[in-house]
C-alpha cells in the first residue's frame, strides 16, 4: 500500500483542543520564561529581534501531485497506484460523463430548452476524484459546479435531467433553478444559489455529527464535505464556517476549487496571499494543496483528509485544489469579455484532468482510443436520450408548490392555494396548465 508520507499537510504545533485547561482559562507568566503565556498566542517565544513577517519572503505552500500532465508518475519510487483497475475506469467515465453532458446541457441553453447551466470543464477530476474517497453516510455540501461529486455517488443521468427540467421525478419538486441538486442517500444537501452560505452550515452538520457519535459511539464514522470556490473563500461565511470548525474541532473537510476565476474577478485581484491554504493553517486547520488536475493526488488527499477528520474526536482539514476554469463560469456569462481566448485554448492543451488519466490509463495498456470513441458515443446516446424523456415528462403537481416546508398546511397557505385553483378555473384560457401533473384537480 502507497504510503502517503508526501501528502503533507500543514499543521498547527499545538492546537487549541490540546491546550491544558489552566493556560487556557487563567494565564501566568512565570518569571523569566522564554514563552509567551497569554491567552491569545501559547507557545510564542519571545524575541528581542523587532522583525515584521514579509509574506513575500517566505517560501509557498506546495502542491501535491502524484502524476504529471503526460499521465506518468512523479515518484520513480513509487510502484503502483493503490487503487483497483476497474475503480479507476469508473473515475474515467464518470469524468466522460459530466463533460458530455455538459457540452449537450450547455447547447440545450443556447437553443433555449433549459434555462441556466454551469458546466465544470477541466474541474472534473476535483469533484470525482474527491467523492471517491467518501463513504454514502459522509454528508456533502456543494456549491454549483460539483456535478463529479454526485455523479461518483451514484446520481443517474435521469436525477440530472429531472432536476434541469423541474420535472415530476425532480427531488427538489421543481423548487430550484437548474443544477441545484440535492438528494437523501448518499448524504447529500441540495445546492443553494447564495455564494458561500454552504460553509458555516457544513461546519454545524459537521458539529452535530460529532455530538451524535459522543451520544453513540457505536454511530458509524461520518464526515462533513464542504465545496466551494476560491471566490467564496471571499465571502464572510468562509471565515465564520472555518473558525467554527477549527474551534469547534469539527469533523469536517473542505474542498476549494481554486480554478483562476470568480466569475469575471481573476485571482490576482481577489487576494495577496498564497492562495486559500494560507487561510487554513492561520485557523489552526490541517491544510494541503494539491493538483487539481490530477485526479490521484486528489483522491490520495481526500482519503487522508477524511482519515484526519476523524481523529482524535474530530478537527476540520482544508484541501485547495489547484486547476483553471476552462468554461464560462455560467451560461449567462461569456468569459472573453475578460480573459483572452488564447489563455482558454493553451490551458485545454497543456492540461486537462480527463487527457491525463486518460493518458495514464493508456500507458498501462487499459485504454485505446477505439475505447475512447465507443464510450463516449455510447454516453452521448444515454444523455440524449434522458434528455428527451425528462423534457418531455410533466410537471410537478400545483400543489407541490405549497407542501414541503411544514409537517402540515399553514391556514395562510391553504387561503393561497385556494385562491389559486379559483384563478385558474376563472381564466382557464389564460394558463396551459396541460404540462403540470394533475393540472387545475392537484389543488385542494
Given amino acids: 500500500m502507497q504510503s502517503l508520507r508526501s501528502t503533507r499537510f500543514l499543521r498547527s504545533s499545538q492546537p487549541l483542543s490540546k491546550v491544558p485547561r489552566r493556560w487556557s482559562n487563567s494565564i501566568s507568566q512565570r518569571p523569566g520564561s522564554d514563552r509567551v503565556r497569554f491567552p491569545g498566542a501559547i507557545n510564542s517565544k519571545f524575541t528581542t529581534d523587532m522583525t515584521f513577517i514579509n509574506p513575500t519572503e517566505m517560501s509557498n505552500i506546495p502542491t501535491y501531485r502524484v502524476m504529471d500532465s503526460d499521465g506518468v508518475l512523479v515518484d520513480k519510487s513509487r510502484k503502483s497506484i493503490d487503487v483497483p483497475k476497474e475503480e479507476i475506469l469508473t473515475w ?31 474541474e472534473e477530476g476535483i469533484s470525482v476524484g474527491s467523492a471517491a474517497a467518501l463513504t454514502p453516510d459522509d454528508v456533502v455540501f456543494a456549491q454549483y459546479r460539483e456535478a463529479g461529486v454526485f455523479q461518483q455517488r451514484g446520481f443517474t443521468l435521469k436525477d440530472f435531467m429531472s432536476q434541469l427540467f423541474a420535472n415530476r421525478f425532480d427531488n427538489s419538486k421543481g423548487r430550484n433553478m437548474p443544477v441545484h441538486y440535492g438528494c437523501n442517500y448518499p448524504r447529500t444537501h441540495t445546492i443553494s444559489s447564495p455564494l458561500a452560505t454552504q460553509i458555516p452550515q457544513a461546519s454545524g452538520a459537521a458539529y452535530a455529527l460529532k455530538l451524535q457519535s459522543l ?10 464535505a464542504c465545496y466551494f470556490g476560491e471566490g467564496a473563500a471571499s465571502e464572510g461565511d468562509f471565515h465564520a464556517g472555518l473558525n467554527i470548525a477549527a474551534t469547534r474541532s469539527c ?35 490541517d491544510t494541503i494543496r494539491v493538483d487539481g488536475n490530477d485526479i490521484f493526488a486528489v483522491y490520495e488527499a481526500m482519503r487522508e483528509a477524511r482519515r484526519l477528520a476523524l481523529q482524535d474526536g474530530g478537527k476540520p482539514v482544508l484541501i485547495e485544489a489547484m486547476s483553471y476554469r476552462v468554461s464560462h463560469h455560467s451560461t449567462s456569462d461569456d468569459s472573453f469579455a475578460y480573459r483572452a481566448r488564447v489563455e482558454v485554448e493553451d490551458w485545454k492543451r497543456r492540461d486537462n484532468p480527463i487527457i491525463r488519466l486518460r493518458k495514464w490509463l493508456e500507458n498501462e495498456g487499459h485504454w485505446s482510443e477505439d475505447l475512447e470513441r465507443e464510450t463516449r458515443d455510447k ?8 434528455f428527451g424523456e425528462a423534457e418531455r415528462e410533466k410537471k410537478p403537481p400545483l400543489r407541490e408548490a405549497f407542501e414541503g416546508v411544514y409537517d402540515e398546511l399553514t391556514e395562510e397557505a391553504e387561503a393561497q392555494m385556494k385562491e389559486l385553483k379559483r384563478i385558474l378555473e376563472t381564466y382557464p384560457e389564460e394558463y396551459d396548465l396541460h404540462q403540470f401533473q394533475d393540472g387545475v384537480n392537484g389543488l385542494r
Avoid: H
Avoid at 258 to 277: C, F, H, K, M, V
Fill in 379 to 386: 454516453i452521448r446516446k444515454e444523455v440524449l436520450r434522458e
Fill in 215 to 224: 451520544q453513540n459511539p457505536d454511530t458509524p464514522a461520518r464526515i462533513v
Fill in 251 to 285: 469533523p469536517v473537510v473542505f474542498i476549494c476549487r481554486n480554478n483562476g476565476y470568480a466569475i469575471s474577478t481573476p485571482t490576482l485581484e481577489q487576494y495577496r496571499g498564497d492562495g486559500i491554504a494560507s487561510r487554513g493553517v492561520g485557523y489552526g486547520i
Fill in 92 to 122: 474515467y467515465k464518470n469524468m466522460l460523463t459530466v463533460s458530455v453532458m455538459d457540452v449537450i446541457m450547455f447547447e440545450a441553453q443556447r437553443q433555449g430548452r433549459l434555462s441556466f447551466y454551469m458546466v465544470s470543464a477541466g
